[in-house]
Structure formats: structure tokens, C-alpha cells
Nanobody, 114 residues
């Protein structure tokens, strides 16, 4: 089992920044993928960004140039730096750990006011 603990969500004005963190614990493999998805009210959960243990990254087109994903393998922690936030970024952000199967965090709310 893998446990994920997220932090860093909150309320911010448009144009502002937030940094999300997600710490993984439990049966952690040295080779894995971690990342973030989000789900806005009435919408399906969607990919935001992922990063492999080899630090290969993938971003949704909607966040490219504004969000940066990074990780600290020694701490089994993934980060999401979100800049130039827009109201349409408002959602619950979920951390994911992927190694054969997916493990999800409990989610953290990000609200961007206009």
C-alpha cells in the first residue's frame, strides 16, 4: 500500500501563485510516476502534470508555461508550482502515485477568484 498526503491548496486571486506538495509513504518503488490531476465541479477528472522518477515530465496543454512539476526522490515528494492562476484552474487537485496500479490522495481544494 501507498499513502499520499497533500498540502498547499487554498484561495488565491487570479494571477497569483500556489504550491502544492504531496508526500508518499509505504511501499514505495524507486521507479514510479507521480503527478497531479484535478476535478472541477460537474467535470471529469483531468490530467494536470506527471513526472517520472527519471524526471521526465508531461503537462496538460492548459497549464503549460504556468505550472511546473518537480519531485524530491529522497523525500518521495512531488510538488506543483502554479503561477499565473486563472479562475478556470479552480478544482480539487489530486495527487497520484503510479506503479502498476494507481494510488490517489484525498484531494486539496484550489480556488482562484476573479
Amino acid at each position: 500500500q501507498v499513502q499520499l498526503v497533500e498540502s498547499g491548496g487554498g484561495l488565491v486571486q487570479a494571477g497569483g501563485s500556489l504550491r502544492l506538495s504531496c508526500a508518499a509513504s509505504g511501499r514505495i518503488s524507486s521507479v514510479n510516476s507521480m503527478g497531479w490531476y484535478r476535478q472541477a465541479p460537474g467535470k471529469q477528472r483531468e490530467l494536470v502534470a506527471t513526472i517520472t522518477s527519471g524526471v521526465s515530465t508531461n503537462y496538460a496543454d492548459s497549464v503549460k508555461g504556468r505550472f511546473t512539476i518537480s519531485r524530491d526522490n529522497a523525500k518521495n515528494t512531488v510538488y506543483l508550482q502554479m503561477n499565473s492562476l486563472k479562475p478556470e484552474d479552480t478544482a480539487v487537485y489530486y495527487c497520484i502515485y503510479r506503479k502498476i496500479i494507481d494510488y490517489w490522495g484525498q484531494g486539496t481544494q484550489v480556488t482562484v477568484s476573479a
